[in-house]
């Protein structure tokens, strides 16, 4: 009985002692040393760094990308042009070697005409003192002033059949000459349009080895921020489109602000005096070519390069225009930009005071707005026309 009581009393002790251990204040954590704080401080700010220096290596790609992309559209330019002047040299050959061939017959003509004027008095004069031996045999004053006017028209006739050969003779050596210098030209425009294909292939190539290994490049930089930030590549891809996006968008404001156009406010401009002929179906005809590939050099009908695609838009409203963005710029009315209606075209150089310097073409569709081929890795898309390069004008085919 005894044993059973003081069994229960030490169960009852043992129980009343619990919420006591409860209570009992937990193993405090040890207090980082001033080492401890410095080090971490001096991780925090590696990384911050690593993180700086990877973002500034992103931007750095961006804008090589975007400077790869304008040599490009200069070289393919450069190749449009000297395409479109080898077509214009090899046009003035043909001609110049057609008028020269034109100038060899009418010699020809002309010499046969004089060798048979020449047989014809050696004929007359054989056997006799020629042309004064026929005015002494003239019976009478009469006969005298007939045989006088048929020798003044022979001597003439004689004249101008030496002068007609002679002046044969002087335009076909001026048109030989030109069909020389013209068969000169084209072969270096010839020249030219192979060297220029080979410098757009040569920049194509490497645009496209440069987007291949930026690409790749940014992967990795977008892997190593997200293990840096502690977030997702998802995430990391998002954050880069964003910033990209508020780039491009400072861009725009700036240039807007450089050309003197008013962004549009949502309301619809004040219409120009009568739409431009042909324009909707040039538009409709571009827009439906949105998602086609880029390709220098194309003009469709499944890729295109900047100038192909407006030529097959306009073309699709019965205006031709050149294979060539600078072609498409010059020898036409300019548009101020505050003007544009759609169909109109814009224009992007390297230099926006020499229009020589054009290199790249858009179709607006809408106030500040244009379809266009933009580079090589790119398809056919819409954007805003507001971008480093624009002329302060633009150009309305039809």
């Known amino acids: 009985m005894a044993e059973r009581t003081s069994r229960r009393a030490l169960l009852l002790a043992a129980a009343g002692a619990l919420p006591l251990l409860a209570a009992a204040p937990a193993a405090a954590a040890p207090v980082p040393s001033g080492e401890d704080v410095d080090a971490a401080r001096r991780a925090a700010d590696a990384a911050a760094g690593r993180v700086a220096a990877l973002q500034a290596e992103l931007t750095a790609q961006q804008a090589e990308l975007e400077a790869a992309h304008v040599r490009v559209s200069v070289a393919v330019e450069d190749h449009a042009e000297a395409t479109a002047l080898l077509r214009q040299r090899a046009a003035a050959a043909a001609s110049a070697s057609d008028a020269a061939a034109a100038a060899g017959t009418s010699l020809a003509e002309a010499r ?4 048979r004027f020449a047989s014809r008095s050696y ?25 006088t006017a048929t020798l003044s028209r022979v001597t003439g006739s004689r004249d101008e059949a030496v002068a007609t ?7 076909a050596e001026d048109a030989r000459a030109a069909a020389d210098d013209a068969a000169a030209a084209q072969q270096r425009a010839t020249d030219a349009a192979a060297a220029a294909r ?13 987007v291949a290994a930026t690409r790749a490049r940014s992967e990795e930089l977008i892997a190593e921020l997200a293990r840096l930030r502690s977030t997702s590549v998802e995430l990391e891809r998002e954050r880069q489109a964003g910033l990209a996006a508020e780039e491009e968008a400072r861009r725009e404001a700036a240039v807007r602000s450089e050309v003197g156009a008013a962004a549009p406010s949502g309301a619809a401009p004040a219409p120009a005096p009568g739409p431009t002929p042909g324009a909707d179906t040039a538009v409709a005809w571009a827009l439906a070519q949105l998602g086609a590939p880029y390709r220098w050099g194309g003009e469709g009908p499944d ?8 030529l097959r838009a306009w073309e699709a409203a019965g205006v031709r225009l050149p294979h060539s963005s600078r072609l498409q710029c010059s020898g036409r009315a300019k548009v101020p930009l505050a003007e ?5 075209l814009v224009f992007y150089a390297t230099d926006t005071s020499d229009p020589s310097t054009v290199h790249h073409v858009g179709l607006v569709v809408s106030p500040g707005r244009m379809v266009e081929a933009p580079h090589t890795g790119a398809v056919v898309r819409t954007a805003s026309i507001y971008r480093s390069g624009l002329l302060p004008h633009g150009t309305r085919p039809g």
């Not at 080979?198 to 190539?205: K, L, P, R, V």
Request: proline share 3%.
């Open 165 to 171: 050969a002679a002046e044969a003779h002087r335009r």
């Open 303 to 310: 890729a295109f390069d900047c100038s192909g695609l407006t």
């Open 340 to 344: 544009l209606r759609a169909g109109d």
């Open 123 to 147: 004929r007359s004069s054989a056997g006799d003192l020629g042309p004064l031996a026929s005015l002494l045999a003239a019976r009478s004053p009469q006969d005298l002033a007939e045989r």
């Open 198 to 210: 080979a410098a757009a292939e040569a920049a194509a190539s490497g645009a496209e080895a440069l």
């Open 112 to 115: 046969l005409a004089l060798g």
